[in-house]
């Protein structure tokens, strides 16, 4: 049966191009290494796929474990849909689904009832600004925060993103790619290092 499936392929002319390329980012609370960040984009024809996963591991008077995972899936240039899952100590903390609908998307957080982003198309997210740097852009949409969140652009290659709760990260390029993320938080500051 693969076989056949393989023929027809092969044969009909139909291209079933994959290309993949993953990153990964140590992650530090000053000189300490406290986790890891990966990240693999998946290019399927007029599909691309983002997969995140990380974990962080302070101590900060208890011990805290934050695990995210995320799903991302953009089609013909638009977010088509995402998943994520922040855990807490092995809990889920937060969970946030969007997917495309219609002239919009509808978006459900932590199980709440559905909401609508009416009449809007998203062609670049959070999880774009790891692969390529937002030149030109004053805003992105945040896939956890299911809303755009505030980019400026703090000096060259350097961009601030104001997330809806007030705190900041900061991500630095290379040559166009994310090469350092600083995270900016009222208990602990974090910085993402590409390895």
Known sequence: MKLL?????ATSGFSLEVYSQTLEYE?????????????????LAEKVRYQLESNV???????????????????????????????????IRETNKIRKKGNGYAVN????????????????????????EPVGMDKIFSERFAEYCALKKVESNVYKLTLPNGNHTIYHYRNGQCYKVEVIRPLANLEFRLI
Do not use: P
């Not at 992650?27 to 290019?43: A, D, E």
């Not at 934050?66 to 995402?82: F, M, R």
């Open 109 to 132: 957080k932590d199980d709440d009832e559905e909401r609508i982003l009416a009449n809007t198309s998203i062609k670049y997210s959070v999880i774009n600004l790891y692969y390529t």
């Open 27 to 43: 992650i530090f609370k000053g000189k300490k290494s406290v986790g890891k960040l990966q990240i693999r984009r998946s290019n």
């Open 57 to 91: 591991l302070i101590s900060f008077l208890a011990d805290f474990k934050v695990e995210t995972q995320s799903d991302i899936v953009y089609q013909e240039g638009l977010l088509h849909a995402s998943e994520a899952y922040i855990y807490l100590n092995d809990k």
């Open 5 to 9: 499936f393989l023929l027809l392929i």
